[in-house]
């Protein structure tokens, strides 16, 4: 079955190639800013719901949907050319620790709804949503009990099952492009893009994919044990739109490892790295003029198409990155 796109990918691929694009920053770091009580996350849908929901903030898309719209406009003000929804964790999988399976759907669909309106609200220039599909709390390559190193809290059929759930829903909500972030396991990954291709099939359409890693510490490995470049050469038969790298780590301790899939990508690199470690109290206290001196070296370097935020960034990190984005060309690369 011949695909096609139902957004002209030629039009992105066209714009990466004459400039930075800019990713928003974090979801969750703007969340906390309104100091959310229980009501919040239960609102009038879920009163009935036993256990806690506070926390859940994929559910704030049908219970808060303002601070979501408000969030995404700060982003869009901020200067960020996509951005991503509030769906990180919108998977029957994720949504199993609140027994709030049957909620999955309306999670992705209202939130690709409201990351879409907040982006045709602005009409200066292209703005995009992306898909946010996180890796769930479950690991496909590692046994969660250390005496039993054979077994697996979740299969790639699980997953790859879950994960076809979400598209559905995210499509129906006509996200621009799929996200698949924080990936600590390639396997996890792998079933993502699995699942994107068998609703591709099932729809004649396609989108363009990112996928984005997270290197866990100083080991320079994912959890899983990759270094970037085996990262790199598991998905670089998929014809993506881009790969690249986020969370656990700040921009400077990301670089080295940032270059690595820079020099070897065949397709456009992205990076949206913390502001900085946390401190003792989880706190991140890089601000954001600090965070743009330090990620102007990816720009320098030649190393980025996509730069954003990860935790602890915020729209004035974004607006900074933004700014000092404009006096740079993007990384060059040959498909």
């Known amino acids: 079955m011949r695909l096609f796109f139902r957004y002209c990918r030629m039009d992105i691929v066209t714009l990466l190639k004459e400039r930075i694009l800019i990713l928003d920053g974090a ?38 949907p303002d601070i979501i719209f408000d969030i995404h406009k700060a982003y869009l003000e901020a200067g960020a050319d996509i951005i991503e929804t509030n769906t990180f964790s919108g998977t029957t999988i994720a949504q199993a620790d609140y027994q709030l399976e049957d909620a999955v759907y309306q999670i992705n669909l209202v939130g690709a709804q409201i990351a879409k309106k907040a982006a045709l609200s602005f009409s200066d220039r292209p703005r995009f949503v992306a898909g ?33 759930e979400q598209i559905r829903a995210l499509m129906d909500g006509e996200v621009d492009i799929l996200l698949i972030e924080t990936v ?55 014809p993506l739109l881009s ?38 109290f989880g706190q991140y206290d890089e601000t954001a003029d600090l965070m743009r001196d330090k990620i102007k070296s990816f720009f320098e370097k030649g190393l980025v198409n996509i730069v954003g935020g990860c935790c602890g960034t915020t729209p004035e990190h974004i607006k900074a990155i933004a700014t000092l984005a404009q006096q740079y060309k993007p990384r060059t690369w040959t498909p």
């Open 243 to 280: 790969i690249g790298l986020n969370c656990a780590l700040g921009s400077e301790l990301m670089e080295p490892y940032l270059k690595t899939l820079s020099d070897r990508a065949p397709y456009a690199v992205s990076a949206h790295p913390n502001a900085g470690l946390p401190n003792a």
């Open 132 to 164: 946010s599909i996180g890796p769930t709390n479950r690991t496909a390559s590692i046994s969660p009990d250390v005496n039993n190193p054979g077994y697996r809290a979740v299969t790639f059929s699980d997953l790859s099952i879950a994960y076809a």
């Open 184 to 238: 600590f396991d390639t396997l996890n990954a792998k079933a993502a893009l699995y699942a994107a291709e068998q609703v591709f099939n099932e729809r004649a359409i396609t989108l363009p994919i990112m996928v984005s890693g997270t290197i866990t510490d100083l080991s320079g490995r994912t959890l899983s044990g990759q270094t970037p470049e085996a990262f790199l050469i598991s998905l670089e038969h998929i």
């Open 27 to 64: 979801m969750g770091t703007m969340i906390q800013r309104y100091t959310l009580e229980e009501e919040d996350f239960r609102g009038s849908v879920f009163q009935d719901r036993k256990g806690s929901l506070k926390g859940n903030n994929d559910l704030l898309n049908l219970t808060r």
